[in-house]
């Protein structure tokens, strides 16, 4: 079965083939647009033992070791 000529949408009759070409418009347009981050990602320069909050209990600290000391 192929494709109608035309389709009646309210009431108007519209060519099936300028529907098909808008939707590869839109499709398009969807697949070129760009997420914008919400803010900037910044790197983490902590030591590895420091990154998360469990380790940071963990290990001794610069602190700690001076508490130590007197």
């Known amino acids: 079965m192929s494709y109608p000529t035309f389709i009646e949408i309210d009431g108007k009759r519209v060519l099936w083939r300028e529907i098909v070409q808008r939707r590869r418009e839109q499709l398009k347009a ?3 647009a760009a997420q914008p981050a919400l803010f900037e990602l910044k790197d983490d320069t902590r030591p590895a033992c420091e990154r998360a ?5 963990l290990e001794p600290s610069l602190s700690t070791l001076l508490d130590a000391e007197g």
């Open 30 to 32: 969807a697949a070129k």
């Open 53 to 57: 909050a469990a380790r940071r209990y």
